[in-house]
């Protein structure tokens, strides 16, 4: 049975582009820098993102550890959204293997953290207080419904950040949907950042890896970091081989996937049972609330699954639908149509 696969954008397979680009990739012992493959990709990705330096990793969890690593020192302080992926779901890798004493600030609803209590969270010299290290963002915001931030808010992040000595990073795992929901190149998003990171193996569609960028002394250390967490790879040019079909064919088409979402959110927005606000989401991910329908979300899930459909259930009565390439307008859809059968 086929299945319109709505759980994640992580669920999408190779395209036969990047398979042969796998197939075909020169390679060489990445620990020794001798891979022309990463290093063509990580030369790729810093002049995307406008920045010295990119390094290869496995994972966007491990690129946003790395960089945590590189900005504090046991015992420090990085402040960061109560929402953010990197607080929430990456089991406080922070804390766990890095000694880094997370702070959060609430989430808005926009994904932002109000510039007010960023600023109020920064510590003061004090013997009692850890240092405020690091500020990290994430863009586009997974759990506030994929929004993205815009220049200007990161230009006040930024501001706050150097006024205070401290580090920005951006955890931009879907960095490239910002840029095509806002209409402006990646790099302008990634200016304020010192380090930034995004994510091959989402709408991108590669089958592994994510990104760190920053300056040529940021990267160096990054190195050091990825290699005491394990994460040195080797023949690493046959991932970063279909990196850099995703970086030269997938970054344009992502709108579709952005258009996708919102025919899904506005056609969920007429089903009686659900209710969303379809103008929140501008990217390709879409949350709705199931509690009027009389089905828990795993009820619901399980139900869909069963007309061909697959979607996550993100709480006990929210739902999460992600778009990427292998969803199509006729399969958004069959999934209306699943939608209303289930609930009739
Ligand atoms: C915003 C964000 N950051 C980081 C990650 C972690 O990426 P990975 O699953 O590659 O570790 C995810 C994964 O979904 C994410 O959504």
């Known amino acids: 049975m086929r299945y319109v696969e709505l759980r994640s954008d992580t669920m999408t397979r190779p395209t036969p582009t990047m398979r042969k680009a796998m197939a075909e990739a020169e390679v060489g012992d990445d620990v020794f820098g001798e891979d022309p493959t990463v290093n063509r990709l990580e030369t790729m990705a810093a002049e995307r993102l406008g920045k010295a ?7 966007g969890t491990m690129a946003n550890l790395i960089s945590q690593m590189v900005h504090c020192g046991r015992g420090e302080e990085m402040i960061l959204g109560s929402l953010a992926h990197s607080f929430y779901y990456e089991q406080g890798g922070s804390a766990a293997v890095a000694s880094i004493h997370p702070r959060t600030v609430p989430n808005q609803p926009d994904g932002k953290l109000s510039l007010n209590e ?3 969270a920064i510590r003061s010299d004090n013997i009692h207080f850890p240092r405020t290290r690091m500020i990290a963002l994430e863009n586009t915001h997974n759990l506030c419904g994929g929004v993205p931030l815009e220049p200007a808010y990161l230009r006040a992040v930024g501001d706050i950040a150097r006024g205070h000595g401290i580090r920005l990073h951006i955890d931009g795992a879907r960095l490239f949907n910002a840029a095509a929901a806002l209409g402006v190149p990646a790099r302008q998003l990634a200016g304020e950042a010192d380090s930034i ?8 569609a590669a089958p592994v890896g994510s990104l760190v960028c920053g300056s040529s002394d940021f990267i160096q250390e990054a190195r050091r970091a990825r290699k005491v967490l394990g994460g040195g790879m080797r023949q690493a040019g046959i991932l970063a081989a279909a990196g850099v079909v ?7 088409r992502l709108a579709e996937d952005h258009a996708n979402a919102r025919r899904l959110a506005e056609g969920l927005a007429d089903i009686s049972g659900l209710v969303i606000d379809p103008g929140r989401y501008r ?7 199931v509690v009027k329908s009389g089905l828990s979300a795993a009820e619901l899930v399980a139900a869909l699954q069963k007309e061909g459909v697959r979607m996550l259930a993100s709480g006990t009565h929210t739902l999460r639908a992600v778009t990427h390439y292998e969803v199509t307008a006729v399969d958004i859809d069959f999934t209306l149509k699943a939608m209303t059968n289930v609930l009739r």
Do not use: H, Q, R, W
């Not at 990171?197 to 991108?204: D, E, Q, T, V, Y």
């Not at 990217?283 to 609330?289: M, S």
């Open 118 to 120: 960023l600023e109020a």
């Open 246 to 252: 995703a970086l030269n064919e997938m970054v344009d």
């Open 53 to 59: 330096a990119a390094l290869f990793v496995p994972s």
């Open 197 to 204: 990171s995004f994510c091959l193996s989402k709408g991108l």
């Open 283 to 289: 990217t390709n991910i879409v949350y709705f609330d």
